[in-house]
């Protein structure tokens, strides 16, 4: 079953601007990650947090993730061109298989410049 | 170049041939997978593999093979596919199994069976 779902499923915005991303979730986690695809390319991981963690910053990303309300965002400040891609979450989960990482369907950010 | 090399890029083939994928990754990595990306799809998880032994068969169709050499290599043996098995094909590994890594994609096989 799906357990992250991107929102929204796309965002257009201009060179310069901030762009967020959102993820939901459905069952406890371990990790949750955030991935980029060019299109036709393989996944980039971009950043993982923990789940007894609440922010995290890389760069231009900072990521946060709220456990209460299962959900997570990716925020880009400063986006540029080269931004462009499709952004997704992935988690696992607590019990079972937790090694299976789950992917959502992803949010598509084009970023004109 | 991510680290995971897949090859070919690109594959066209009929539903009677028999074609297989390559992944190779010299990363020092653990465990690979192969995932099914489609369109307006979530990506589909369809092997594991941890140190060279299957530990995730993900109700995957008996025309797809999945093998695994050495824990470089993992190959993808493709025989009388549907055209609804057209998809892009993705290799990934990671340190481990265990949950605390990122995952290292390779570009991809986009794959076309007409």
């Known amino acids: 079953s799906q357990q992250g779902e991107e929102d929204p499923q796309a965002l257009s915005i201009q060179e310069g601007e901030n762009a967020t991303m959102n993820c939901s979730y459905k069952t406890s986690i371990n990790n949750l990650q955030w991935y980029r695809q060019n299109s036709g390319r393989g996944l980039v991981h971009l950043i993982l947090i923990r789940s007894n963690e609440r922010e995290k910053h890389s760069g231009r990303l900072r990521v946060t993730l709220d456990t209460s309300k299962k959900s997570s965002s990716l925020l880009i400040t400063a986006s540029r061109a080269a931004d462009t891609a499709s952004y997704f979450c992935?988690?696992?989960?607590?019990?079972?298989?937790?090694?299976?990482?789950?992917f959502g369907k992803g949010t598509l950010l084009t970023v004109n410049p | 170049e991510t680290g995971v090399t897949q090859t070919p890029r690109h594959l066209v083939m009929g539903m009677t041939n028999k074609k297989s994928l390559k992944c190779e990754q010299h990363?020092?990595?653990?465990?690979m997978y192969w995932y099914k990306q489609s369109a307006k799809k979530p990506l589909e998880l369809m092997f594991v593999y941890s140190l060279e032994e299957r530990v995730e068969n993900n109700s995957v169709p008996s025309r797809f093979s999945p093998e695994c050499p050495n824990s470089s290599h993992l190959f993808l043996h493709l025989h009388t596919l549907q055209p609804e098995d057209s998809a892009l094909y993705l290799c990934a590994s990671s340190q481990g199994l265990h949950m605390g890594y990122g995952y290292t994609f390779g570009s991809g096989t986009r794959l076309t069976v007409v």
């Open positions: 992935a988690t696992d989960a607590v019990r079972g298989s937790n090694y299976k990482l789950t």
């Open positions: 990363l020092g990595h653990n465990a």
